[in-house]
């Protein structure tokens, strides 16, 4: 994620921790800007662009790249079959 330097701080770190599964691996800070790498289930992502746009008034960017295959922890492994059930006894 990239984003103008004048949004980076306490309102960035506490909106960004609403992807809850995703890791911080580095932080890179300019003058102008800052750049997060983070690692986070594509799942967590899915409406990042637009809560991005919202936080950084439409100045920040970021990209996606596929990085591995993990384990998903069990209470999500629940919520998933749950899901799957009810949506298969609505079939």
């Known amino acids: 994620m990239t984003s103008a330097r004048r949004w980076w ?18 932080t890179l800070t300019a003058p102008a800007r800052a750049d997060v790498t983070a690692k986070a289930p ?12 919202s936080m950084t008034g439409g100045q920040g960017s970021f990209t996606m790249e596929f990085s591995h295959y ?16 009810l949506k298969e006894e609505e079939d």
């Open 70 to 85: 993990d384990v998903v922890p069990g209470n999500v492994q629940q919520d998933i079959m749950s899901k799957a059930k």
């Open 42 to 53: 594509l799942a967590e992502v899915t409406t990042y662009a637009r809560t991005l746009s």
């Open 9 to 26: 701080g306490r309102k960035m770190a506490v909106a960004s921790a609403g992807v809850l599964l995703a890791v911080v691996v580095g």
